[in-house]
């Protein structure tokens, strides 16, 4: 493949380095994905790749004329990784739309942080829940956090930021969340249609949220000193998923 070679100039640098704040994202309307092996998978997705800049670009099937071949040192000027990848796709922001009438679907009440947002796209990728409801005060999708801890499950996956409180009074689905004071989710019925909620992570359900749920469940601990006061999020989502899909 031949790579045309374009300049990585200081300023094309400080646009990408600024890339790890959401106001410069959306000022540009660009963010970026690291690692060929992500890379390779968004020409099969809803984003459009602007240019790649890549120290080793054989693996990837792209129009030879968005990549920008670069030394290991520039590599490292415009990555967020601490040892990084391959290369570096700079791609556009996609715009939100709702996927209508989904089974089941996970409903994000302010997760704050990246690599639980990441994960829990990830878990939703496995399990085959194809769109995500996140609170306009949860970590945005576009974090360079995010999208390496959802390793490429971003691009299979939607997310939409809402009001919680207008899209869950207008959803005709079960409204589950989570609360120490549920029943076990071991007993609960999961219906076939269902919003599952999980909330912020040290604060749990808003109580404007929690208002509107129809049914609250809990993980029981077997612990013998009870001690442990509760999961991390992300950890309970796959907890709760694999029981509910272990029943399909």
């Not at 994960?119 to 496995?126: F, K, M, S, V």
């Not at 207008?170 to 004071?181: L, N, P, V």
């Not at 071991?186 to 359900?205: A, K, M, W």
């Not at 006061?229 to 796959?238: C, D, F, K, R, T």
Request: aromatic share 8%.
């Amino acid at each position: 493949m031949k790579i045309f070679r374009k300049m990585l100039t200081a300023h094309k640098i400080k646009i990408l380095q600024s890339l790890d704040q959401k106001k410069f994202r959306q000022k540009y309307n660009l963010f970026l994905v690291e690692g060929n092996k992500t890379i390779k998978e968004i020409p099969s997705s809803g984003y459009r790749i602007k240019e790649i800049f890549s120290v080793n670009s054989d693996s990837l099937s792209v129009e030879s004329s968005l990549i920008t071949k670069i030394s290991p040192s520039e590599l490292k000027k415009i990555s967020f990784l601490q040892h990084p990848k391959d290369s570096v796709a700079v791609c556009e922001l996609k715009e939100e739309s709702i996927v209508e009438n989904n089974l089941a679907q996970l409903v994000l009440d302010g997760i704050q942080d990246p690599g639980n947002l990441g994960t829990i796209i990830r878990l939703a990728d496995w399990f085959g829940i194809p769109q995500i409801i996140c609170s306009e005060d949860t970590v945005d999708l576009y974090n360079p956090k995010v999208i390496q801890a959802s390793m490429g499950s971003f691009l299979r996956v939607n997310l939409v930021y809402q009001n919680l409180e207008n899209f869950l009074h207008e959803s005709d689905a079960a409204i589950i969340g989570t609360d120490m004071d549920g029943v076990s989710f071991y007993d609960y019925p999961f219906p076939t249609q269902f919003n599952l909620v999980l909330g912020n992570e040290g604060n749990g359900i808003r109580p404007e949220i929690e208002k509107l749920l129809t049914d609250k469940i809990t993980i029981p601990r077997f612990g013998k000193s009870q001690a442990t006061e509760s999961l991390n999020v992300s950890m309970a989502a796959g907890i709760i998923l694999g029981q509910i899909f272990s029943k399909k």
